[in-house]
């Protein structure tokens, strides 16, 4: 089992920059793919950005060029990083932490993104 604790969302104003972070315990060295997703109420979960365990990172075409992830390795955790520049209010969601293993999908409890002035 992984689990997936999120931190780091709020409210923000438009063109402002928030970062969140995603804390993957347990079985993290079954993991080979980590990844942001959101969702609106209403809508589908749709994948903002991933990232493989060899560092290569693909975004959606709504988020690139403002949104970057990253990750840091302990022996016993994985952190990854979602940084968000240039934020609009159309970015306002609900933030997802993703891991999957060989025979596992994992998610965090999401994390609320409010972009208004």
């Known amino acids: 089992q992984v689990q997936l604790v999120e931190s780091g969302g709020g409210l923000v104003q438009p063109g402002g920059s928030l970062e969140l972070s995603c804390v993957a315990s347990?079985?993290?060295?079954?993991?080979?793919?980590m990844a942001w997703y959101r969702q609106v109420p209403g809508n589908e979960r749709e994948l903002v950005g991933s990232?493989?365990?060899?560092?290569?990172?693909?975004?959606a075409d709504s988020v690139k060029g403002r949104f970057t992830i990253s990750k840091d390795n302990t022996e016993s955790t994985t952190t990854l990083h979602l940084h968000m520049n240039s934020l609009k209010p159309e970015d306002t969601a609900v933030y997802y932490c993703?891991?999957?293993?060989?025979?596992?999908?994992?998610w965090g409890q999401g994390t609320q993104v409010t972009v208004a002035s």
């Open positions: 347990g079985r993290v060295f079954t993991v080979y793919n």
């Open positions: 993703n891991a999957m293993s060989l025979n596992s999908f994992y």
């Open positions: 990232l493989t365990r060899s560092g290569s990172a693909s975004y």
